[in-house]
């Protein structure tokens, strides 16, 4: 959950949201991330700080697949709901994207044909000696 500093410069400031109290200088409150997309606008530095923010998701293609306006996090946890092993470690957004475009597009193995023997050479001996002559 993101956490929300005011820094200042007034000893207090009115909260963004009507229904949530004032800030006072100092106060870190922990807020959700619908809390702070929805007033974001009006967050800004130097004022506040914001730590632990995912930012916003935007379906560039509003097709549901992830994209480049998709948060890592979003994009992880896409992967997990189609089954994609992530593996340890930071993993970069474009990292990320190009494991989405792998699972959607899996390399395709080239069809391994089998030859069929050829039949054996017959000797033309054989073949004068079976025509009678």
Known sequence: MP???YNGPS????????????FSRGEEREVSQAWVNEWR?????PAFTLTGDEGVTEDL????IPDSGWTNSDITSWLREQGVTIGRGYKTKSTLLAMVQLHL???VEPP???EEPEPEPVAEENIEEESGE
């Open 41 to 45: 606008r009006l967050l800004v530095e």
């Open 61 to 64: 293609h509003s097709d549901g």
């Open 105 to 107: 597009n899996p390399p």
């Open 3 to 5: 956490i929300v500093r």
């Open 112 to 114: 391994v044909v089998e």
């Open 11 to 22: 000893f207090y400031r009115r909260s963004p949201d009507a229904y949530s109290p004032d």
